[in-house]
């Protein structure tokens, strides 16, 4: 590396936060660019995206399947680039690819863990950060959806939400229910995602809202939030019924506080109900086989994708933070460069 390389920038966590983060927790660095060594590639990032989950590394909540991020450690996450220089034959330059280390204008990375993509697959680059593999496997894997089953999914304006609602009715859902967070996510989930019913998680006696929106009861529920919604859709559980937890949002908007989780679980033995946490992880081998089918419902019209672009790595730490509170609709991206 030389003094006069190239300089590129890296949010990095400052500061572990004591409840929910504030914008002085993060921190922008400029550092040198490096250039490859034999075997790595030097990727300019197009695109990274911000995940609600990574509050759960930021404030080291117990019990998480990743390491929390360590004090000054750059931020990770999905993130789509193009190679600028490489270092090996298989991955060369001009390929478009994905990879796990976003938060950084440029990414050196070893070339075993990046992945070539179809730039033309997509009308843009950033729809590869899209979390429909979570929401695909959640329901097929953890919930066992089944043709005709009623679906409740929380959070169903957001990334993963607006996703599962819409994959629930290709994979055979007879009535599909989302939770929102305002009249105009709601309007949006039913006239542009599809959703039979919206239910406003604001709106008190909440399970009285959503038993009134599936008045037959719930066969699969899909959890992005816990706490008070959890424990609603457990009163309005069908016998058998199948919850996929995914997320934690109302952990995260509490600031990493426990919420009050499930409540009386007499109702889970009485129901014989199954509640099954689930990581993507465990799952990869379902990506093959999620992406063709992506692909044709996307190229017969018949998923939506939605997409909110915010623009500047300096600008991805409010991004982060206002997705948590619910201030988007959809997947949401930051654009690093055009």
């Known amino acids: 590396m030389t003094t006069d390389a190239p300089i590129t920038r890296t949010i990095r966590l400052a500061a572990r936060p004591h409840g929910f983060p504030r914008l002085s927790d993060f921190r922008l660095t400029e550092e040198p660019m490096a250039a490859p060594a034999a075997g790595e590639v030097l990727i300019r990032n197009l695109y990274m995206s911000i995940d609600p989950g990574l509050l759960m590394r930021i ?13 000054d450690e750059p931020l990770a996450g999905d993130a789509i680039g193009e190679v600028i220089e490489s270092g090996d034959p298989a991955v060369p330059e001009g390929a478009l690819v994905l990879h796990r280390f976003g938060w950084r204008e440029h990414a050196l990375a070893d070339a075993r863990t990046v992945r070539v993509v179809d730039p033309n697959a997509y009308r843009s680059p950033s729809e590869y950060l899209g979390f429909g593999l979570v929401a695909y496997v959640g329901l097929t894997v953890a919930a066992d959806l089944r043709a005709g089953d009623t679906v409740f999914v929380s959070s169903a304006a957001g990334a993963t939400g607006s996703v599962a609602g819409q994959i629930a009715r290709l994979l055979g859902a007879g009535r599909v229910v989302g939770s929102v967070g305002s009249p105009r996510k709601a309007a949006h989930i039913v006239e542009t995602l599809g959703y039979d019913a919206a239910v406003d998680y604001h709106d008190e006696p909440f399970v009285d809202r959503l038993r009134a929106a599936a008045p037959g009861g719930v ?7 816990g706490g008070a919604q959890l424990r609603a859709a457990i009163e309005v559980m069908n016998v058998g019924g199948r919850i996929a937890l995914c997320g934690a949002l109302a952990r995260q908007r509490a600031g990493g506080e426990p919420d009050s989780g499930p409540g009386d679980l007499l109702p889970v033995i009485g129901k014989r109900l199954t509640l099954r946490g689930f990581t993507t992880l465990d799952h990869l081998d379902l990506a093959p086989e999620f992406g063709r089918r992506l692909r044709e419902w996307t190229t017969a019209g018949r998923i939506v994708h939605t997409e909110t672009v915010v623009d500047g790595l300096d600008q991805a730490p409010r991004a982060l933070l206002d997705t948590v509170r619910g201030r988007y609709t959809g997947k949401v991206v930051v654009r690093l460069a055009r």
Request: proline residues 20%; glycine residues 10%.
């Open 59 to 71: 404030g080291a909540y117990p019990g998480i399947p990743l390491p929390p991020l360590a004090i």
């Open 219 to 225: 066969d699969v529920y899909f959890d992005n939030v």
